[in-house]
């Protein structure tokens, strides 16, 4: 366990409505593309998919970001979803970012090929090859990361792309949030970024709004580092800021 005198906080912003909190992640993550292409030709960032994301994702149509020096990527996908499902995260994400800006370059996980373990080294293979500079996330009801839920996250996971069973508050949470009309239609088993790989970027946005994910934002800040609370090791990041608005703050204003 990490004594507390050795942690830094991330950098914390509360804003007083969901779509001021968007748009204050969407112009950081845009200074944050013009700081990495001083140095270099083309960024690589993960993005999430989750209705948390929907004010950030909105807000970047108004920041002069070059896509076209941007490759993408996502963090997870379910495994055996209808390809057409509006709740694959490849097709939220395709719908309201990947489709609108000309990128340099998208790639997709895929959760309904038939051999799973290959699409976790052909995904890891490619974030190998594109070592990743910013990663665009929030924080789940569980304290997840992508989905590292409790049981399966692992701050010193080997792997860079894995296979998880989602856990119950996880499955719930994707009801609670309106993405799937009952528990038994959420998929159990799921692709994951790991957390080391998303803790390797450079610069991390954590976007988190909303009173569900009040108690999370505590956790987070308040609990030991360990992967109980899987958000705790944001701790250990020193480009990571968390944009919350006044419901997500709520425990610690």
Known sequence: MLLEKDLKLPEVKIYESRKLMG???????AQEIEVFLKSKDCVNIIFAAAPSQNEFLAALFYENIKWEQVNAFHMDEYINLDVHAPQRFGNFLKERLFSKYNFKSVHYLDGNVDDIDSECKRYASLLENHPIDIVCMGIGENGHLAFNDPPVANFNDPEMVKVVELDLPCRQQQ???GCFASLVAVPTRAL????????????????????????????????????????TILRKHTGAVLFLDTDSSKYIL
């Open 192 to 231: 994951t970024l790991t957390i080391p790989l998303l803790m390797s970027a450079k610069v991390i946005n954590c976007v988190v709004p909303g009173t569900a994910k009040a108690q999370a934002v505590l956790n987070t800040l308040t609990q030991a580092i360990c992967s109980d609370f899987p958000s």
């Open 23 to 29: 748009a204050a992640a969407a112009s950081r993550l």
């Open 175 to 177: 009801v609670n949030d």
